[in-house]
C-alpha cells in the first residue's frame, strides 16, 4: 500500500476485509486470498532508522515506524506489534527476556522449577509458581511475601501502561488502513500447549529432555496438572470464532515421535478441545517441521488456523486442507537473497498449490523480527498476492 487509503476507501477494504475473513473461518471460499504478516517492534524500528533501545522504553515513540510499516507493506491484518516490551521484565529482574545490547530483547534458555520440585509442583501448581518458579525466574520476587506483592504491583502496572499505549496506536493503525478487526475481547490471548508450557517457562529444553527418561511419570502428571490452567487462559473473555488465542508450537519437531504421542499429544489435544469447546477460534505456528506429525493434526476440531515453517506445501494441503486453514511455508530468507521475479514466482508457486479450495490465507514463514533489507521484493510479493489471489 504505496500511501494511506482515503476515508472511503477504508470503509470499502474493512467491509471487504471482514467478509473475508468471514468466509475464511467459516470454511468457504472467499473472495480473494485473505493477507496476514505480522513485524515486530525491532523490524519497525529499524525500518524507519530508530533508536532501537530509546525507542523501546518510550512505546509511545512507534507510532511512526507503525504507520510506516501499515503504509509500504500490504495486509488484510494490523501488520505491527510485540507483545513484549522491556519495563516489566527489567523492573522484575526477569531471567526469561533480557535486554540486549542491540536493544533487542533475547530470550535465553532460564530454569525456573528444579527436578525435585515436581511433586509440588503436582500437588499445588499455583503455590508452586508463586513461592517457588517465579521467583527464580523474576529474582525481584524473591523478596518478603509484603514486598514480593508491591513489586509485582509495579511491574504489572508498567507492563499495562506499556500495552495501552501499543493498543491505542494499533486502533489508530487499523482505523487509518481499515484492518480487519477480530470482534471486542475475543483475541490476544497467547498461550503454550501444556509440554511446551513446562518445556519452555519452567524447565528449559535440557532439563525436560532429560526429565522425559528420568522421572517420565511425573512430567505426564505435570502436564496434566497445567492443562487446564491453559485452557482458561486461551479461552478469551468473548471466545468467538472470528477471535484467536494464538498457540506457539515448539518442542513437537525435536521429539522422536513416541515420546511426542507420548508426552505432548494428549494433554495438547485435550488442551485445544477445551479452547474450542467455547466457540473460541485458535492459531498454531508450527515452528520447524510438523509433516510426521499431520496425522495428528488431523484428529484436531477442524477450522483451526495453522502456520508452518516448512514441510511439503503439496502434502501438507493434501493431507490437512479440507479440515484445517493452512499458511506459511513462504521461505522469508528468499525476500533477502533472491531477485523480484524469484520472490514473485515463489509466491506464484505456494499459491497454486494451497490456494484452490479455499482454506488458505498468504503469510511468510516467520515473524519479521530484524530489518535486512528486501523491502522491495517483499511489498512486490504483498501486491503480487493481492492481485493474483482472487478466485
Not at 509500504?72 to 491484518?77: G, I
Request: hydrophobic letters at 35%.
Amino acid at each position: 500500500m504505496s500511501e494511506a487509503v482515503s476515508k472511503y476507501d477504508v470503509g470499502i477494504l474493512k467491509q471487504e476485509r471482514k467478509e473475508l475473513f468471514d468466509d475464511l473461518y467459516n470454511g468457504r471460499i472467499p473472495k480473494r486470498v485473505p493477507i496476514t504478516i505480522k513485524v515486530n517492534n525491532d523490524f519497525g524500528m529499524q525500518y524507519v532508522g530508530m533508536d532501537t533501545i530509546d525507542v523501546q522504553w518510550h512505546p509511545a515513540k512507534m507510532e511512526e515506524a507503525a504507520d510506516a510499516i501499515c503504509r509500504d507493506f500490504f495486509s488484510d491484518t494490523n501488520p505491527f506489534g510485540s507483545r513484549r516490551y522491556p519495563a516489566f521484565y527489567q523492573f522484575m529482574g526477569a531471567k526469561t527476556f533480557v535486554m540486549g545490547s542491540n536493544g533487542f530483547l533475547q530470550h535465553p534458555e532460564s530454569q525456573g522449577m528444579y527436578v525435585e520440585d515436581y511433586d509440588d509442583f503436582i500437588r499445588n501448581p499455583y503455590d508452586c509458581l508463586i513461592e517457588k518458579i517465579l521467583p527464580r525466574l523474576y529474582t525481584a520476587l524473591d523478596t518478603d511475601s509484603s514486598n514480593k506483592a508491591i513489586v509485582m504491583a509495579i511491574g504489572m502496572t508498567a507492563q499495562k501502561d506499556d500495552y495501552a499505549t501499543a493498543a491505542a496506536i494499533k486502533k489508530k493503525m487499523n482505523e487509518k488502513y481499515g484492518y480487519f478487526e477480530p470482534p471486542a475481547n475475543s483475541a490476544g490471548n497467547a498461550v503454550f500447549a501444556p509440554y511446551d508450557f513446562i518445556a519452555d517457562n519452567l524447565r528449559g529444553f535440557t532439563g525436560i529432555s532429560m526429565d522425559i527418561r528420568r522421572c517420565p511419570e511425573k512430567v505426564i502428571a505435570a502436564c496434566e496438572v497445567v492443562t487446564p490452567m491453559l485452557i482458561k487462559r486461551g479461552i478469551s473473555k468473548n471466545p468467538n470464532l472470528m477471535g484467536d488465542c494464538y498457540v506457539p508450537l515448539h518442542m513437537a519437531p525435536y521429539m522422536r515421535e513416541k515420546d511426542f504421542e507420548k508426552f505432548y499429544w494428549p494433554t495438547f489435544k485435550k488442551f485445544v478441545e477445551g479452547v474450542m469447546d467455547s466457540g473460541q477460534g485458535i492459531s498454531f505456528f508450527c515452528e520447524n517441521d510438523w509433516s510426521r506429525y499431520l496425522d495428528y493434526l488431523l484428529e484436531l476440531p477442524k477450522g483451526i488456523r495453522m502456520r508452518f515453517e516448512y514441510g511439503d506445501p503439496k502434502l501438507i494441503k493434501e493431507k490437512l486442507g479440507k479440515k484445517h486453514i493452512i499458511s506459511g511455508f513462504y521461505p522469508l530468507s528468499l525476500l533477502k537473497t533472491g531477485t523480484r521475479e524469484q520472490c514473485i514466482d515463489k509466491a506464484k508457486e505456494l499459491m497454486d498449490i494451497l490456494a484452490p479450495g479455499g482454506r488458505y490465507y498468504f503469510d511468510v514463514d516467520k515473524v519479521l523480527a530484524t530489518y535486512e533489507g528486501g523491502k522491495e521484493n517483499y511489498i512486490a510479493v504483498l501486491d503480487f498476492v493481492h492481485e493474483y489471489g482472487r478466485y
